[in-house]
């Protein structure tokens, strides 16, 4: 027995959809009754079940891809058919900047922070633009959702880091209003 | 931390959107590689998880919160 291509697609993007409304479900149960709350464990156990099960999907469905060489690049040439002409060279990679250097001249340009989830969402699309030789709406779609789940996550562990141990982000409690500092120091 | 009705009426909503959404996964799943398959069975676990926290979203008692049980609350 074996799933279909079409289903394959259809339930990565249900999961991948579902995962990020539970981050962020969770993030805001956490945020309004504390993480602790058997609420925000619950949502977060939601969350990492639907994570794990996108995970197990994908890793199927990039085997099942692997393991049929030949349908597999019939679709990617179907999907890159689809998309709109744009001016992409044969070989992509050939007149690409490196990814590192394609990031930081973006994030400069931009006037960004390396670390800014803006420069790093180009990157990857320049990465999978270099490797799969195309790219479409739906991965760039997928990869922007990673970058957003990426950032809830982030923003989630700065909040848990700040929250039990204050005296390491100093430069922080000095901005904070007084009713902050108040909690803070608790 | 304390929660209003409304607040909770939204995460319910919200929750409950999430359970539908992915209600046909495991469906999917079953129908196409077995009910014993890994992927199968570990879809049913996502599911039975999102049911249960919907479920615990609709018997929440918002007169039984315990006002300042979160030190970092400030509320």
Known sequence: ?????????????????????????????????????????????????IEGMLLEVRTSATGRADSSGGLAELHGALQTEMQPANPTPANPSENMPTGVHAMAAIATQAGLEPEHWLPMFVNDLFSQLGTSGGITFEVAERLLQQRKDDFLRDFLIARRMYRTYPRLFPEIQGEAGPAERQTISQ | ?????????????????????????????????????????????????????????????????NIGNDPFGGS
Not at chain 1, 1 to 23: N, P
Not at chain 1, 27 to 43: D, Q, V
């Open chain 1, 1 to 49: 027995m074996y799933i279909l291509e079409a289903d394959f697609e259809r339930l990565i993007r249900v999961l991948s959809e579902a995962r990020s409304r539970a981050t962020e479900l969770a993030a805001s149960i956490g945020a309004r009754l504390g993480t602790e709350h058997r609420l925000a464990k619950l949502a977060s156990v939601a969350s990492l079940k």
């Open chain 2, 1 to 65: 931390m304390t929660i209003d009705a409304r607040e909770l009426n939204e995460f319910t909503r919200k929750a409950t959107d999430l359970m539908s959404e992915t209600s046909d996964v495991p469906r999917i799943l079953r129908n196409q590689l077995g009910e014993n398959h890994q992927l199968a069975q570990a879809a049913e676990e996502m599911l039975g998880s999102i049911e249960n926290f919907v479920r615990e979203l609709r018997c929440f008692d918002i007169s039984g919160q």
